[in-house]
């Protein structure tokens, strides 16, 4: 079975200031999906950015950007110029491809509260 | 605008009732999902559907029921066999496609009188 690692319960963060949330994941998948989700206190789900196992490229939206190491099973994401509507709890996701009755599921972290100062 | 409609948005259960909480979606989306969440953690899955009238298990099922009659529903009855009920429910959905990202609801915030 899958599981997806979040190891800082919290974060935090200057406005302005860039931070890295790290998630780490365990799977014997060769293709695969990543995910990184947004949850702020309305408690909606966001997605933030994804990224496909089978690219290289690491994955960019606008001021999120991934660091994607297939090797070493890690999926951080870098906020940039991180603003006040940046504070949320944030979860890494896992979703296979292997096919059969697995497919689509996904696989959460516990997840990293992130704070950001003024 | 499409979305996903979870409703209600807060229920109370008494002990030994069933309650159903309801998810709609008018994404045309073949693909629907429950997960449940608890204070400080991260969602788990309880039951999804690929397909309308079929439905799998997810991790945490026992307790639970669902049904898929029709594609744009998903409802999802917590039993009086949950014995710890009390938690956040969101649904999701999707296109079959794996490239497809999850949308999910509002969510449902469930108590134990």
């Known amino acids: 079975a899958q599981t997806v690692t979040q190891s800082q319960p919290e974060m935090s963060v200057q406005e302005a200031e860039t931070v890295t949330l790290s998630c780490t994941y365990d799977?014997?998948?060769?293709?695969?999906?990543l995910f990184w989700y947004k949850q702020p206190p309305s408690r909606q789900m966001i997605l933030v950015i994804r990224?496909?196992?089978?690219?290289?490229q690491n994955a960019t939206e606008n001021r999120f950007s991934v660091n994607f190491q297939k090797a070493a099973k890690s999926f951080s994401l870098k906020i940039s110029d991180s603003q006040l509507g940046d504070a949320a709890m944030y979860f890494c996701a896992y979703r296979g491809n292997a096919g059969g009755t697995s497919y689509g599921k996904l696989t959460f972290g516990q997840g990293t509260i992130l704070t950001v100062h003024p | 605008d499409g979305g996903i409609t979870q409703s209600p948005k807060y229920l109370f259960r008494k002990e030994g009732q069933n309650v159903t909480l309801s998810c709609e979606q008018n994404l045309n989306h073949d693909a629907m999902y429950w997960y449940r969440q608890d204070p400080g953690q991260g969602l788990r899955l309880i039951y999804y559907?690929?397909?309308?009238?079929?439905?799998q298990k997810g991790d945490i099922a026992e307790g639970y029921s669902v049904s898929r009659e029709k594609k744009e529903s998903f409802p999802l009855t917590v039993t009086s066999a949950q014995k710890n009920p009390t938690a956040f429910y969101l649904c999701?959905?999707?296109?079959?496609?794996?490239?497809?990202?999850?949308?999910f609801g509002d969510g449902t915030r469930l108590s134990i009188l």
């Open positions: 559907s690929q397909i309308v009238n079929d439905f």
């Open positions: 799977t014997s998948e060769s293709d695969y999906y």
């Open positions: 990224q496909e196992a089978y690219k290289q």
């Open positions: 999701a959905s999707s296109r079959a496609s794996i490239l497809k990202p999850q949308h």
